[in-house]
C-alpha cells in the first residue's frame, strides 16, 4: 500500500504515524454531536466531556476520570440516543483526553468553542518531555512556584586571549583582591550574585541568604491552612463493570506531597542549616521577618549569575559539547592585536589532537560561533533566535590610536571575521548581538566592564527562559546540591542522592526526583544520562568531566619502566591497556583514581575510548546477530551480537599517525569491487573533528578493526574494518565531510554484492551522527545539520569535496549532472544508489504517475498520520522556510502532536504552492525526507 493511502485508525490506536490527531478527535466528537437531536442528551454529553477535559489539563485527579465515566455509561451510553458504536467512540475519545491534555485542549477549542488554557505554566524543557512529566512538573508549581532569573555566561577564545583576566574585572571579589589571573584548567565555574548596582559578587557569603530570600518571597505568596487535612489523591481507582473502560484507564501513582506538611516535616529536620533558617519564614514571626529583610538586603536581588571560564587550548575543545547549551549567554573574545590570518600557535601538549594544520585566528573564531550554533542546540532550535552572543574584543592598551580609533578597527576587525566566516543569511548571524565591546583588562576601574554586565543582563532579559517558574519544593535539594559541591564532591551516586533527598524536609518522590535530576542536566547544572550503565551516577561538578577526559591526553610523567612496550603502544597506536590505565589513574587527582570504573563509563559513554570486538567472536556473531536483534535494537548502531571485546580501549582522539598514501584506502584498485563514496557533508561548512573521532569509537565496538601486517589500520583522519572476511569498510574525513566506501575482495560476480550490508552500515554511520547532532523529540530539526551525497562513479581517485550528487535530488530526478569530471556527464539515479541506497532506490523506482493530482484533504490527513521521525525534514522538502516552520511549532498542540504540526504545515504548503502541490510531488518529497531520519530510528 502507498504511505499515501490507507485506512483511517480507530480511537485510541497507537503506534509511529497512527496515533489520532486532535484533528480527528474534534472532528468524529462533532459528527457524534451533530446526530444528537436532544438539546438535553447534547448538553449533558458536553457536561461530561467538559469536565474530562478541565480535570485532564489542571486537576489530574483520578476520581474526575472515574466519575464521569461512570456518568457517562449510566446515564447516557446505555440510552436509546446512543448506538453501540457511538458509546465505545466517546469511551475511547474521553480516554483520550484525559491521556493527552493537548487533545482536550484542541477539542474543547474545536467542538464547544472553549479555550480551557493551563492550569500552569510549564517551561519549553518540560513542555517537549511527555505527558507524565508534564504532569509531575505541573502539580508540583500547584505547590508554591518561583520565577528563576539565573544568567549562565559561558566565556569562549583561543588561549591567552584574556578571559579569566576579563573575568576577575567582571566579579568584584576578583576584581578587589587584584587577584592575578591563572590559565584555565578546562573550565573555572564561578557562581554569583546580581547586586542591586549591577555588579557581580561571589555567592559563598551570601548564599544561605539567597535561599532565604527565594523561600521568603515563594511563602509570602501562599496561604497555608494551618489546620486542613489534605486529602490523599493517588488512592487507586475502584474497578468498573466495563472491562473493556477499566483496562484503558491509565493507573500511575502520585510520589508529591502538598505543600501544607511542610511545617510539621521542616520540624522533624530542626537541626538542618537550610531548615533553620527557613523555618522562622514559614512561622511567620515579625521580628524574625525583619531580620531576614535587613540581612536580604545584602543580596540586592534574586537573580543569580553563573561564570563559566573555558579553558581556550585546543585540547580542551573536545569536551566543550557536553556544557554549551541554548541557555546561556556568551562572550567570544578576540585578541585586536592579532590578525585574522594569523597562524596559532600551541605547545605539543596542548594541541595536536583537534584542529587542523595552519590554523589561523579566524578559523578559531569560526569554530566557536559554529560550535554555539551546533551543540548550545540552536542549530535545531524551534523558536525565534534571540541574540546571544556579545563580541569582545582584547589588548585595547596595546592597540594604537585614540579611544574611537580603537573602537572603530573594533567593529571593523568584527565586521570582516563574520563575512568571511560566513555567507550571507546565516542563521548563525542572528546569533550576534550587534554591540560589540573592547575592553583593557589591565584597567580594572573602566566603566565598559559595566556596560557590559548591564548588557549581559539585558540579553537574558530577553530570552524565552528569563522567569521561568519552578517549584518552590525544589530548592532545598537544589541547595543540597550546592553544599555538596561546596564540600568538594564531584561524582554521587544515585544513593547519595536520594539519601540527601530524604534528608531534606520535604523530599521528593521518585519520579519527581528523577525529573529534577533531568531538568538539572538540561540547564547544564549537573551531568545526568539516563542509561543502563550511568543511571545511577550524577556528575555534580561539570569540570570533573573534563579532568577525567585530560587524563587519557596529557603527558604522564614518571611512567614505570617495565610497562614501556605498553606506553609506547598507546602514544603510537592510542591502544589503552590495563597496565597503562592504571598508571594513568594512580597519577590523577583523587575524585578520578578513587572513581576509576565509573571514568571508563563515562569516557564510553561519550566515545572518547571503546573496546574493540574480539577477532575470533565475529565470524560466529554474524550469524546470530541478525536472528537475535530485536525491534528496540535496531533503533541502535548496528553492533554484533554475542561478541566479547578484547581486554584494552582505542582512544581515537589520539591517533596522530596520517595514513599512508590515502589514495590506497579511498581508491581500491580496479580489481577490487567497491562502491561509490558516500559523503555525509555538514551545513556550514563545519564539522567538529571530535564527530569523526567519536564515529570511530562506534564503529570499533561494532566491527573488528583491519590489520595489514598485524597493524591496527586507525590513522589520524582514517580507518578501516572488516565487515565481514571478504568486506572491509573505509571512513575517513577532510574538512566539513565524512567519507565512507566498502570494498569486496569476494570472487562472487560483482552482482553479488551484499547490498544488505552496505544499508545497515549506513543506517548505522548515519544514527551515531544523529546522536552526535543532538537529534531528538526536542530537538527535530537538528537532522538538517548534515546531507548524504554520492561521489561521482565515473572518478577513478577520490578528490575531497568534488563531484558530490545530492542524493534527496534523485528522489525527484532520474539523472544529475556531474561538472567534476573532464568530460561533463550524467549519472543516472540505478547507478548512484545501487548499494548504499538499495530500498530506497527500489521505492523511488515505483511508478508514481496515477498520484500527479492535487492533493487533498484526506491526501494531507493520511500523510499525516504516516510520517515519522521525518516528520521536519518532510516540511523542509517542500519548500517550507526554517521561520514558517518554527512559528508553526511554537504551538504547544504542535509540539506535543506531531499529526496536528504536519497537517498544518501541509495545508499551509498547499495554499502556497498552487496547481504545484501534487500528490505525486508530496510521495518524492517524503522518500526525500526519510534519507535524513531514518525510519527506524527513534531519537534520543
Known amino acids: 500500500m502507498n504511505d499515501l493511502e490507507g485506512s483511517k485508525p480507530s480511537v485510541g490506536e497507537g503506534g509511529a504515524g497512527t496515533e489520532l490527531t486532535a484533528i480527528e478527535v474534534a472532528r468524529d466528537l462533532q459528527i457524534i454531536v451533530g446526530s444528537i437531536k436532544d438539546d438535553k442528551i447534547k448538553k449533558d ?38 448506538s453501540l458504536g457511538q458509546t465505545k467512540q466517546i469511551i475511547k475519545t474521553i480516554i483520550v483526553l484525559w491521556n493527552k491534555p493537548s487533545i482536550a485542549k484542541h477539542v474543547m477549542k474545536e467542538v464547544y468553542n472553549e479555550d480551557i488554557g493551563d492550569a500552569t505554566e510549564v517551561p519549553n524543557d518540560v513542555k517537549n518531555m511527555d505527558e507524565k512529566a508534564i504532569e509531575i512538573y505541573s502539580k508540583a508549581l500547584k505547590d508554591g512556584e518561583e520565577e528563576i532569573r539565573n544568567i549562565r555566561l559561558m566565556v569562549l577564545g583561543m588561549f591567552g586571549v584574556g578571559k579569566t583576566s576579563l573575568v576577575n574585572n567582571l566579579i568584584k571579589d576578583f576584581r578587589d583582591k587584584n587577584i592575578e589571573p591563572q590559565s584555565t584548567e578546562g573550565i573555572d565555574l564561578h557562581r554569583c550574585q546580581l547586586m542591586e548596582n549591577g555588579d557581580w559578587c561571589l555567592d559563598d557569603e551570601h548564599k544561605l541568604t539567597k535561599y532565604q530570600s527565594r523561600f521568603k518571597k ?10 486542613m487535612n489534605v486529602p490523599d489523591d493517588s488512592e487507586p481507582i475502584e474497578p468498573m463493570n466495563d472491562k473493556h473502560v477499566a483496562s484503558n484507564i491509565p493507573v500511575t501513582q502520585s510520589d508529591t506531597r502538598s505543600l501544607e506538611t511542610i511545617t510539621k516535616s521542616v520540624k522533624e529536620h530542626i537541626k538542618q542549616e537550610i531548615v533553620r533558617t527557613v523555618l522562622p519564614i514559614v512561622e511567620v514571626q515579625p521580628m524574625r521577618q525583619q531580620e531576614i529583610e535587613q540581612v536580604s538586603l545584602k543580596s540586592k536581588t534574586n537573580t543569580t549569575v553563573s561564570v563559566w571560564d573555558f579553558a581556550g587550548q585546543t585540547l580542551y575543545y573536545s569536551t566543550h559539547q557536553f556544557f554549551l547549551n541554548k541557555r546561556s549567554i556568551y562572550l567570544v573574545l578576540m585578541d585586536m592585536t592579532k590578525s585574522l590570518d594569523d597562524p596559532v600557535k600551541e605547545d605539543d ?41 556579545i563580541l569582545v574584543g582584547t589588548r585595547k592598551d596595546e592597540m594604537t590610536g585614540k579611544h574611537d580609533e580603537k573602537e572603530m578597527k573594533t567593529d571593523m576587525y568584527f565586521e570582516e571575521a563574520l563575512r568571511r566566516a560566513f555567507a550571507e543569511g ?7 548581538h550587534p554591540r560589540k565591546f573592547l575592553v583593557n583588562n589591565l584597567s580594572h576601574g573602566d566603566p565598559v566592564f559595566n556596560q557590559l554586565r548591564k548588557e549581559i543582563l539585558r540579553l537574558a532579559q530577553k530570552q524565552k527562559y528569563w522567569g521561568e517558574k519552578s517549584p518552590l519544593r525544589w530548592i532545598p535539594l537544589e541547595q543540597t546540591l550546592d553544599t555538596l559541591r561546596d564540600e568538594r564532591k564531584q561524582l554521587l551516586k544515585m544513593e547519595d542522592i536520594e539519601h540527601a533527598n530524604e534528608s531534606n524536609a520535604h523530599p521528593l518522590g521518585g519520579d519527581e526526583l528523577k525529573l529534577f535530576l533531568e531538568i538539572q542536566h538540561r540547564h547544564g547544572n549537573i551531568l545526568y544520562f539516563n542509561t543502563d550503565k550511568l543511571k545511577n551516577l550524577i556528575v555534580l561538578a561539570p569540570q570533573w568531566i573534563i579532568q577525567a577526559f585530560k587524563c587519557f591526553i596529557t603527558h604522564i610523567m614518571h611512567k614505570n619502566p617495565k610497562n614501556f612496550n605498553e606506553w609506547n603502544d598507546y602514544m603510537d597506536l592510542a591502544i589503552l591497556k590495563h597496565e597503562v590505565f592504571t598508571e594513568i589513574m594512580d597519577n590523577s587527582d583523587k575524585t578520578i583514581s578513587d572513581n576509576r570504573e565509573d571514568v571508563i563509563k563515562y569516557m564510553e559513554h561519550l566515545d572518547v575510548m571503546a573496546k574493540p570486538l574480539k577477532l575470533e567472536e565475529v565470524k560466529e556473531a554474524e550469524c546470530t546477530a541478525a536472528d537475535h536483534q530485536t525491534e528496540e535494537d535496531k533503533t541502535e548502531p548496528v553492533v554484533h551480537g554475542h561478541t566479547k571485546y578484547l581486554d584494552f580501549h582505542i582512544v581515537p582522539c589520539r591517533l596522530k599517525k596520517p595514513p599512508p598514501p590515502i589514495s590506497n584506502f579511498t581508491s581500491p584498485p580496479e580489481s577490487h569491487k567497491k562502491t561509490q563514496i558516500l559523503c555525509f557533508v555538514f551545513c556550514e561548512k563545519f564539522m567538529p573533528p571530535s564527530f569523526f573521532h567519536r564515529l570511530v569509537a562506534v564503529c570499533i565496538r561494532t566491527w573488528p578493526i583491519s590489520q595489514e601486517d598485524n597493524k591496527n589500520q586507525l590513522y589520524n583522519g582514517l580507518a578501516v574494518f572488516d565487515l565481514r572476511p571478504a568486506y572491509t569498510l573505509t571512513i575517513w574525513y577532510k574538512d566539513h565531510i565524512i567519507y565512507a566506501r566498502i570494498s569486496s575482495f569476494s570472487r562472487k560476480s560483482v552482482a553479488d554484492f551484499d547490498v544488505t550490508l552496505c544499508e545497515d552500515v549506513r543506517h548505522t554511520l548515519q544514527i551515531s551522527l544523529l546522536n552526535f547532532v543532538g537529534h531528538s ?49 550524467t549519472v543516472e539515479r540505478a547507478e548512484a544508489l545501487q548499494y548504499w541506497f538499495k530500498h530506497e532506490l527500489e521505492q523511488t523506482d515505483k511508478k508514481d504517475d496515477n498520484l500527479n493530482r492535487p492533493v487533498q484533504d484526506s491526501d494531507l490527513l493520511n500523510v499525516a498520520k504516516s510520517v515519522c521521525n521525518e516528520f521536519w525534514m518532510l516540511g523542509i522538502e517542500i519548500g517550507l522556510k526554517e521561520f514558517q516552520m518554527n512559528q508553526l511549532y511554537e504551538a504547544p498542540e504542535c509540539r506535543r502532536d506531531h499529526c496536528t504540526f504536519v497537517y498544518k504545515y501541509l495545508v ?20 526525500a525526507a526519510r534519507l535524513s531520519c531514518s525510519k527506524s530510528h527513534t531519537p534520543k
Request: glycine share 6%.
Open 45 to 82: 454529553l458536553q457536561d461530561i466531556i467538559s469536565k474530562i477535559s478541565h480535570g485532564s489539563v489542571q486537576e489530574r485527579s483520578y476520581n474526575i476520570l472515574t466519575e464521569n465515566l461512570r456518568s457517562f455509561v449510566t446515564n447516557l451510553g446505555s440510552s436509546v440516543h446512543f
Open 777 to 825: 523529540e526536542e530537538n527535530p530539526g537538528a537532522a538538517a545539520a548534515f546531507e548524504e551525497y554520492i561521489q561521482c562513479p565515473s572518478m577513478q581517485e577520490f578528490l575531497p569535496n568534488k563531484g558530490m550528487l545530492r542524493v534527496k535530488e534523485f528522489m525527484y530526478e532520474n539523472e544529475l549532472n556531474c561538472k567534476s569530471c573532464p568530460k561533463r556527464h
Open 218 to 227: 515563594g511563602f509570602n505568596e501562599i496561604t497555608i491552612p494551618r489546620d
Open 426 to 432: 546565516s542563521p548563525i548571524l542572528q546569533h550576534i
Open 349 to 389: 601538549e596542548a594541541s595536536g589532537i583537534w584542529l587542523m594544520k595552519d590554523c589561523t585566528y579566524l578559523d578559531v573564531f569560526k569554530f566557536w560561533l559554529n560550535a554555539i550554533h551546533m551543540y548550545s542546540g540552536h542549530q535545531s532550535s524551534v523558536g525565534n533566535l534571540m541574540p546571544s552572543i
Open 908 to 927: 499551509k504548503w498547499r495554499n502556497t504552492a498552487g496547481e504545484k502541490s501534487t500528490l505525486q510531488f508530496l510521495n518524492r518529497a517524503i522518500n
